[in-house]
């Protein structure tokens, strides 16, 4: 999906999987002996860490862990080589084939199919950061049920919204249900606070917003997946969470600022920031757009609810698509793991999030010194009202088709459900033909 002007990148590590490891201890002893490493505390190593990410945050959060690494283990020494993203991939794929193996670098869900099964990635399946992650949050770093990298964020469809809107609305607690999600909509508006700011002169805004509401009203609410709807295994028409999805489009249509299809989305960034809108449908970017219009904002973000049964809404999360990976074939595996272990600890996902460097996604974090949406995030992650679900992105001829199909629902008024329903499966009928 197109979507933020601020990208929130994960840089990861990558390894070739030809041993395994314990906690502390190489098992493979006869696949580690010809990489063996001395262990003495005066031997002194560094580990090269292949790095794509320039995002100012992640930057600043990065060097203080490695800072606070290498004071814990001062014979090991962290080494950034920092790549553009553009050319991140084959600058990667180039040392693999060269036999240059850095010890660490990013990683993506797309790699796996390729770089698994030719041994590049270490099995970090033994690892006790494995317990910090909700049941799910690393289905696609796993395969044959080895786990081959660890994320530390992600981001997620949810609702995003200014508090001090929502206090001068005389909202005083954040809508647990649909009814009272639109009855906090009715009260922005009685406040000349715009309700939903929805900028959809940005076609990826139409699907971003459709993203939220089909996330929570669909694949976290039992219904098929995209692929289903794709092969047409399932109809629109015939489904009844997806009716249930336009249903909700219709019903917030009324709450959306005047002339969506002519605003721009930094311009709904803008609203949000300055209280004068309360609330942006889209994914958790959101925050660091607004933020970024007024660093003062008080912001905060929920799931958005789709049930008047308050226990049927939780957040509902797509694994993450970018990681943290070891090389196998790296001569300071262990050390590597080490200090991968330590970066996606807990603590060090606390400093993420309190450097404002995204959403982090592991159990544990300490909320004590965090605000707003960084906090609420943290508050879902450890409450584990996480919902894991499957991807929430058509192909790109799907999309094409679900945002005209989803526009044209939107500029006919939201009037007609049904309508809308059958042209979608019409759509998709002619895709598959």
Avoid at 186 to 209: C, H, M, R, Y
Avoid at 227 to 256: C, H
Avoid at 295 to 318: H, K, Q, R, T, Y
Avoid at 413 to 421: I, K
Wanted: aromatic share 10%; proline share 4%; charged share 20%.
């Amino acid at each position: 999906m197109k979507r933020k002007a601020i990208t929130l990148m994960l840089a990861g590590v990558m390894a070739v999987s030809t041993v395994s490891y314990g906690t502390t201890v190489w098992a493979a002893e006869d696949s580690v002996k010809d990489n063996e490493v001395s262990n003495a505390e005066d031997e002194q190593i560094t580990l090269e860490f292949i790095n794509g990410s320039a995002e100012e945050q992640y930057v600043a959060w990065l060097d203080e862990v490695i800072a606070g690494f290498e004071e814990e283990n001062p014979n090991i020494k962290i080494e950034i080589q920092k790549t553009s993203i553009d050319s991140f991939n084959q600058t990667v794929m180039t040392r693999f084939a060269a036999g240059d193996v850095p010890d660490l670098f990013s990683f993506s869900a797309n790699d796996m199919d390729d770089m698994v099964p030719s041994g590049y990635v270490l099995d970090l399946s033994a690892s006790a950061n494995m317990e910090n992650y909700s049941d799910g949050m690393l289905d696609t770093f796993t395969k044959d049920g080895k786990t081959y990298a660890l994320p530390i964020a992600n981001d997620f469809m949810c609702v995003t919204y200014n508090k001090s809107a929502f206090e001068a609305a005389g909202i005083d607690k954040v809508p647990e249900t649909w009814s009272e999600f639109l009855d906090a909509c009715k009260k922005l508006q009685e406040a000349d606070i715009v309700p939903i700011a929805s900028g959809f002169s940005e076609q990826w805004v139409v699907n971003g917003t459709s993203q939220t509401v089909y996330c929570a009203q669909v694949l976290g609410n039992d219904g098929p997946t995209l692929a289903s709807m794709v092969d047409r295994t399932n109809k629109f028409a015939e489904t009844e969470q997806w009716k249930g999805f336009f249903t909700k489009l219709q019903d917030i249509y009324p709450y959306m600022n005047t002339d969506p299809f002519g605003t721009d989305q930094n311009t709904c960034y803008s609203l949000l920031a300055n209280a004068e809108a309360g609330m942006i449908l889209n994914g958790t970017w959101t925050v660091t757009n607004a933020t970024a219009m007024n660093p003062e904002a008080e912001l905060g973000i929920f799931a958005l609810p789709i049930s008047d049964n308050a226990e049927d809404n939780v957040m509902p999360m797509c694994p993450p698509e970018s990681a943290v990976a070891v090389a196998a074939e790296s001569s300071h595996a262990e050390e590597a793991v080490k200090f991968l272990e330590y970066m996606m600890s807990p603590e060090s996902a606390s400093l993420y999030a309190e450097k404002g460097a995204g959403i982090p996604i592991i159990k544990g974090v300490d909320t004590s010194n965090l605000t707003g949406a960084f906090k609420d995030a943290a508050d879902i992650m450890n409450s584990g009202e996480v919902k894991v679900i499957s991807s929430k992105s058509f192909p790109s001829a799907n999309e094409d088709a679900f945002i005209n199909d989803v526009s044209e629902f939107f500029l006919d008024g939201c009037e007609d459900t049904d309508a809308a329903l059958e042209t979608l499966d019409t759509d998709f009928d002619n895709l598959v033909q």
